[in-house]
Each structure stands twice: as structure tokens, then as C-alpha cells.
């Protein structure tokens, strides 16, 4: 079964950067998603398994880069010029096979890892 772990989350100032990891058992297309208190969970950004397609939501488009690095079987997710809007529970994910991006289900799941962007 796929196993997914972030890392990397913490407290930021408005401004400052923050790159988190996911660590994951094996190569996949991946996705990171967010979740912050008392709102829906929203889509963030996603990468091919090869790192050659990358897409992102509107409101992180400019500012966070998602990469990755097959070698090591990790995602990341680097945040620059980050807002206090950011501050969420941050989770890396897996699609259904030969699908990524948005539109995919997504069938796996990290625990998740918290932001906090201070003002």
C-alpha cells in the first residue's frame, strides 16, 4: 500500500518561506492539498511522476513551487511570500492510477502537516 509522510511544517512569518516534504514508499504522481480551520479542504498543487507537468490552484500560483525528487521518493512544496491566508493543515496525496492533477481522485493520503503564518 502506498505510505505517504509529511514534514517540514511550522511557524512562519508573513513574508517568509517554508518548504515541506513528503516522503512516500514509492514514485507516484502527487498532489498537496490544504486544510484550514473551519474551511473545505482545497487543492494546492500537483506533479507527474516524471516532475515534467506541474499545475496550481490560483490563490498559490506566483509564490509555491511543488518538485520533487525521484531518487528519494519525496514531493515538496516550496512556500515563498507567505500569508496569513496559508495557514492550514498542509497533506500530500496520491491519485488514482494514470491520472494527476485536480481532477483526479486522489486514493492516499498523508496525516498531514500544520502552517501557521503569523502576522
Known amino acids: 500500500q502506498v505510505q505517504l509522510a509529511e514534514s517540514g511544517g511550522g511557524l512562519v512569518q508573513a513574508g517568509g518561506s517554508l518548504r515541506l516534504s513528503c516522503a512516500a514508499s514509492g514514485t507516484y504522481a502527487m498532489g498537496w492539498f490544504r486544510q484550514a480551520p473551519g474551511k473545505e479542504r482545497e487543492f494546492v498543487a500537483s506533479i507527474t511522476l516524471s516532475g515534467g507537468s506541474r499545475s496550481y490552484s490560483d490563490s498559490v500560483k506566483g509564490r509555491f513551487t511543488i518538485s520533487r525528487d525521484n531518487a528519494l521518493n519525496t514531493a515538496y512544496l516550496q512556500m515563498n511570500n507567505v500569508k496569513p491566508e496559508d495557514t492550514a493543515i498542509y497533506y500530500c496525496?496520491?491519485?488514482?492510477?494514470?491520472?494527476?492533477?485536480?481532477?483526479?481522485?486522489?486514493?492516499?493520503w498523508g496525516q498531514g502537516t500544520p502552517v501557521t503564518v503569523a502576522s
Open positions: 496525496a496520491v491519485p488514482a492510477r494514470g491520472c494527476s492533477g485536480y481532477g483526479c481522485i486522489y486514493d492516499y
